[in-house]
């Protein structure tokens, strides 16, 4: 028989399509091209993250190559144009000037970060910009507590990893004990000045309602100058002049 002229049924290439991420989270990030906290909106979720850029004056949310799956406290490498860090976390230094970068989870709120840790800013340039990400998992003081010593007196404690420091931050509010935070560093902000996290502060103080306060031990509350050792948790405390 001949040829009748009619075209074989051709399937057509499949179009690759990949739901958004939608990663848990306590709302909408910011206004833009997508969400680099929720991974919502505008990419092309098949090859692409939603991450912060900093464009010379201002973070921007932009879509950028997927190139790895890292998450804290995975090192990583913020060299290249696009970092290797998994969607919805963000490759930085914990501070400006420090040589080696870690991935941290991007948070709009504390909310969005599992486990009860504080959602802060931390530099996002050298050039400036900076953006909300999850602080370290935090560890409770104890009996069955994991938590580190913030003063350095206690032996036996969980020591913090190399290059980590132990913080004192506010206490677990479900069973009242202290918390701790092997955070990268402590800041130069003084007694009764004003702070933001505990990391802004000098060493052995903490940052308790607004205020760097000095870190007392409620078992042997020893505060200079005849201050009181106040509550901050079952464990630990700040003096109060």
């Known amino acids: 028989m001949g040829d009748s002229g009619v075209e074989p049924d051709v399937e057509p290439d499949a179009i690759e399509s990949c739901p958004e991420p939608n990663l848990p989270c306590s709302g909408a990030s910011a206004p833009g091209v997508c969400d680099p906290v929720c991974q919502r909106r505008g990419c092309n979720w098949c090859t692409e993250k939603c991450t912060y850029v900093f464009d010379g004056t201002n973070k921007q949310p932009a879509c950028v190559p997927k190139t790895g799956k890292g998450v804290f406290p ?22 400006v000037g420090d040589t080696t970068a870690y991935c941290f989870q991007l948070c709009a709120r504390t909310a969005d970060c599992l486990g009860g840790p504080a959602c802060g800013q931390r530099a996002l340039s050298p050039a400036g910009g900076s953006v909300g990400v999850c602080d370290p998992p935090y560890d409770l003081c104890g009996i069955d507590g994991t938590c580190c010593d913030p003063l350095g007196l206690t032996p036996g404690l969980t020591p913090c990893p190399a290059n980590r420091v132990c913080l004192l931050v506010s206490p677990d509010l479900s069973s009242l004990n202290s918390q701790t935070v092997c955070d ?12 933001v996290s ?40 700040y003096c109060k002049n």
Do not use: H, M
């Not at 913020?78 to 290797?84: G, R, Y």
């Not at 990268?184 to 702070?195: A, D, E, K, L, N």
């Not at 505990?198 to 309602?209: A, F, I, P, Q």
């Open 74 to 95: 995975d090192s990583c490498d913020n060299s290249k144009p696009f970092d290797d860090c998994a969607p919805g976390s963000i490759c930085l230094p914990p501070a």
């Open 184 to 195: 990268f560093g402590y800041g130069s902000t003084r007694v009764s000045q004003s702070c």
């Open 198 to 237: 505990s990391r802004d502060c000098l060493e052995g103080l903490s940052c308790v309602n607004g205020l760097c306060q000095q870190v007392c031990n409620l078992a042997n509350p020893d505060c200079p100058n005849g201050g009181t050792c106040t509550w901050w948790g079952n464990q630990y405390g």
